[in-house]
Every structure is written in C-alpha cells, then in structure tokens.
C-alpha cells in the first residue's frame, strides 16, 4: 500500500530558517495530490522530505505502515522524476531505463520486461537505442518516466518535471502524466508552481504559502470555496477581483451591500462579472485595456474609486477603451472575505 501520512512535520535548516511548520497531510493509496504554491513556500522542500534528500526536523513521515523519517532514500520504493532529466548522456534511452534495476541486481529477463513495458506505455520503443541527445525535451522527459516506472514503485514523485517544456508540449505531457497515473494507480505527489498544472492533474490540491499550509481539498473546492484570501487568488486565472464598499453602486443587491463593511470585502471571480445595463450594475469600471485571446476576451478596467479589476468575457465588448462598462453577478458568486485575516466569510 503506498498510502503516505505527514504529521506535524516541521523543516528547520542549521541557520535557523525556517521552511516547514506543522504540516499534516493524508495522502490515500492511489491518489494524485499536487503542492502548489509560489517559490519559496516550502513545496520543493517538503517533496523531498518524502523522499528522503532532506531531513526531517519536526514530525513524522510514514508511507505504507512504515514511519520512514530515518529511512535512506533508496529504501523508501518510492521513485522521482525531475525537472532537468538527469539522463546519463553517455547511455541509450535502453541504458537509462535499465540501469537503477541493474544496480539492484534484478535478472536481465525482468529488467527487459519492464522496460519494454513501460516503453510501451509510453511510446517510446523506436527511441530504446538512442541518446538522450537525439530526443526532444518531450521525449526526454518520457524516458525519465519511463526510469521511475520500470522500479515499480510505491510512490512517485514529480517534481516541477514540466519546467524546461514549451507550453504546447506542457499540456501535452500533462494529459499523459495523468493518463498514466490513472493506469498505475501509483500513489503520487507533483510540485509545480502553475496552478493549471495543479487544477488539471490533481485528485487533491495542497496549497502551501510561507511553510504553512493554507487550504488541502480537490481542485473544484477550492476554486468555489476557498478558504482564504491567498488561496483565492492563486487558483483560478486570471485570479480573483477584491472590491470593497466603494466600489458597489446603488443598485448592487442589498444582501451583498449588507456584508460589505469597513471589515470585508467583495471577491468576484472574472468570469463571473456579466456585462449588465447601468440600472441593474452592481460594478461599474472604466476600460483600459483589452487582451483578445481566441476563445475569449480579458478586459481589464478600474473603478471610480480605484480598484482594479478583470472581467473574462466570450467576446469582445461593444464599450471602446475609456469608456465604462457596468457588471453584475450572481449571488452564489459573490465570496466576502475578511479585510484582517483574509479568511473567507460563510455568510
């Protein structure tokens, strides 16, 4: 079972700094979970805490039944892929794969196996003699896959293995990465910093800031219900609007003016704003810019009173640049959060 449980865990380096507080999270045998979360906040860190490259100050770490804090990392059976490769230059793509299941010793009828299997998976047969140097960035980042697959591990572990990519090829390597994991059922954890990223892989996100744990829950919760400010402006793009009570006009509904106070404030996501007449408008702003996007149209506008904001439309407004341009949304949309602790209001 490679189910992993982390309680309490702390990261102190010898200098003092502090990486990691009291992080607790339950990962289920099985289950993709994504750490998110701006550089610095500790995701990298805690990916290899897991895995056994950093030690663990405070807490307990177990996968499986096992507490592994004092564990080595090669006895862990927990396999990594990285962000730059690490393809040894000199070797086929046949050689890479092989080589760690050599190094343990495992009898040449199995390591063909494996690798034949795992290239199939992968699509990489036709590539099995070749140099890394004679791959592309997408083929390269298969073959490392392909290394931690034939371990047949309890867990894998990506750390940002999506970097060095061209966004096409991102999205393309994203959608197998998951396909994958869905055909192994391996227990896995993905660091990545792109929200898209985590949004569209994760069983379960964990959105990390300043070493602390800021929201765990799946990709939809969190975009319809987050916690707090932070986490309500990380996920989702582009991120979320603030208002406070005045930007409201006269016509904003009243169970939304109500809330709005010298303690909280409005967040609209932008594909929530609607174009609305003057009369009905709960946000009225003036348009400075428009970004035409193909499918649709970011239009980026300020308030009276200052505040700016983005509306995400399906098409280009009839509202010229300098013009204004009146919103409305639902009720259901409407998030209140507090202006001190920027946790998020439930009523």
Not at 116 to 128: G, K, R, V
Not at 149 to 163: C, G, K, T
Not at 291 to 312: C, D, F, P, R, S
């Amino acid at each position: 079972m490679g189910a992993i449980d982390i309680k309490s865990a702390g990261k102190i380096y010898p200098n003092g700094t502090r990486a990691l507080e009291d992080v607790n999270i339950t990962i289920n045998d099985g289950e993709f979970v994504v750490l998110v979360g701006p550089s610095g906040c500790g995701k990298t860190t805690l990916l290899r805490m897991v895995a056994g490259l950093e030690d663990i100050t405070e807490g307990e770490i177990s996968i499986g039944d096992k507490t592994v804090n004092d564990v080595a990392p090669k006895d862990r059976d927990i396999a990594m892929v990285f962000q730059n490769y690490a393809l040894y230059p000199h070797m086929s793509v046949r050689q890479n794969m092989s080589y760690g299941l050599k190094i343990r010793r495992i009898n040449k009828q199995e390591i063909d196996r494996r690798v034949n299997q795992a290239a199939e998976i992968l699509s990489i047969e036709e590539y099995l003699d070749r140099k890394p140097r004679q791959l592309s960035g997408g083929q390269r980042q298969r073959v490392a896959m392909g290394r931690a697959i034939v371990r047949d591990p309890q867990v894998f572990l990506f750390d940002e293995p999506l970097s060095n990519l061209d966004a096409k090829l991102r999205v393309q390597m994203r959608l197998e990465i998951r396909k994958l994991q869905q055909r192994l059922k391996v227990t896995s954890i993905y660091v990545t910093h792109d929200q898209v990223e985590a949004m569209t892989l994760a069983d379960k996100i964990v959105v990390l800031n300043g070493g602390h744990i800021e929201q765990v829950g799946s990709p939809i919760t969190l975009y319809e219900a987050p916690q707090n400010k932070f986490v309500a402006q990380f996920i989702g793009s582009p991120k979320m609007n603030f208002f406070n009570s005045t930007d409201l006009n006269s016509s904003a509904p009243a169970a939304v003016k109500k809330k709005i106070d010298e303690k909280a404030e409005l967040g609209i996501r932008p594909e929530h704003l609607m174009p609305c007449p003057k009369t009905s408008a709960m946000i009225s702003a003036q348009m400075e810019l428009v970004e035409q996007l193909g499918e649709y149209v970011l239009v980026h506008l300020k308030t009276a009173a200052g505040t700016e904001l983005i509306a995400k439309l399906p098409e280009l407004p009839k509202a010229s640049e300098g013009e204004w341009m009146h919103f409305k949304a639902e009720e259901k949309f409407c998030h209140l959060f507090d202006i001190k602790t920027g946790i998020r209001r439930l009523k």
